[in-house]
């Protein structure tokens, strides 16, 4: 019972920061149509999102190792959740600019606290990180189930969303165990070839997963013009969930690396044959192999680090890999500015890097 309520805590506080940048994905439509945005301003939300996660997520992961989790996540739900409630309370596109680039240098603690506390208390490594990381597919499909309510009433979405990171503040204030590593830090160990190499893999993975979760319905109405976008985007939804099953059992069987690899490769091939066939429910596919490689590679990070530094690895990884998170939804847009199939190409590039990468680990 134990195990359960810590899992279930680190799953709530990584599917909620996940939840707040995955939504501008849905939420994007709305607002580009209310303040007539173009799709550069569209991606730029996100690209200043990741500036702050990226700049920030070492320190955070270094600071969790060192002082623990508790801490690290009272600030961030804290000053998240007001930076959040500015949406609702000022809606306008700089506010939510501003309010989505200050969060990225809170949010971004959340999750490696997340991990810190599953590399701790959990076993095996690999089953409960493609579990922990089950929250990014449960936020799209969440979104995908609710992307015609958001039509009308996203500024509630974001009110419901501060709301609950207070919650999560209040909750953390009850904890007892800080979760702090037992062993000295060697820092050393977080730049070895094989860490690096997999952060590179993960770099084009971050590309993948939030340039698709970012373009992909903005891509369905305002671009293609498929029929139904709500309907193929929850079906694609539906495919991220179920990634789950491949990301935690699969690397069991055949390893880790061999199932990123495959991920990858059948990524690209249902990216095109999606927008070449207008085949909605290849959709879910697209969504299985858009996420199924990011908790075996993030628990290849993990090992070659050791538990003590699980933290600070994925600090460290995601300060890296997150540069193709920043850059991904503004380049995507900058390709669609002169086609939109440009923009699929664009796309497909940190899949086909990140495939190339990983034979070299």
């Not at 609710?146 to 509630?156: C, M």
């Not at 190409?345 to 190339?356: I, M, P, Q």
Request: net charge positive; with cysteine; glycine share 6%.
């Amino acid at each position: 019972m134990q195990s359960i309520k810590i899992f279930a805590y680190s799953w709530i506080i990584t599917f909620l920061q996940l939840l707040f940048r995955s939504a501008w994905g849905v939420i994007s439509v709305p607002v580009a149509m209310q303040f007539h945005l173009t799709s550069v301003q569209i991606g730029l939300v996100l690209t200043s999102f990741y500036v702050g996660y990226v700049i920030s997520s070492t320190p955070w992961g270094l600071f969790i190792d060192l002082h623990g989790v508790k801490y690290a996540i009272l600030i961030s739900s804290l000053v998240s959740s007001i930076l959040i409630l500015l949406i609702f309370l000022f809606p306008s596109y700089d506010i939510i600019l501003l309010s989505y680039l200050l969060s990225g240098f809170i949010v971004s603690a959340l999750f490696p606290s997340s991990v810190k506390i599953v590399s701790v208390k959990l076993s095996p490594l690999y089953f409960y990180l493609g579990m922990l990381e089950s929250s990014a597919p449960f936020a799209v499909l969440l979104l995908g189930l609710i992307s015609g309510l958001l039509y009308n009433y996203w500024r509630i979405f974001y009110l419901l969303l501060s709301i609950s990171l207070l919650s999560v503040f209040f909750i953390t204030l009850s904890m007892k165990d800080d979760y702090v590593s037992g062993k000295r830090r060697e820092t050393k160990v977080l730049f070895t070839r094989s860490i690096l190499l997999s952060i590179l893999v993960r770099s084009g993975e971050m590309w993948v997963s939030w340039g698709t979760t970012a373009w992909l319905f903005p891509f369905l109405v305002l671009y293609f013009h498929f029929c139904n976008s709500s309907l193929i985007f929850l079906i694609f939804s539906l495919g991220l969930v179920s990634s789950t099953v491949v990301s935690s059992k699969l690397p069991g069987l055949i390893g880790e690396k061999k199932v990123v690899q495959i991920s990858l490769l059948l990524y690209v091939l249902f990216l095109f044959l999606l927008f070449l066939s207008r085949i909605g429910w290849l959709s879910f596919f697209l969504g299985i192999f858009s996420f199924s490689f990011r908790s075996p590679t993030d628990t290849l990070i993990v090992k070659f680090a050791g538990k003590e530094n699980s933290s600070s690895s994925i600090g460290l990884a995601n300060t890296i890999s997150q540069i193709g998170s920043l850059l991904a939804p503004i380049s995507i847009g900058f390709a669609v500015n002169l086609s939109p199939f440009l923009g699929i190409l664009t796309l497909s590039a940190g899949a086909l890097l990140s495939l190339a990468v990983s034979f070299l680990i």
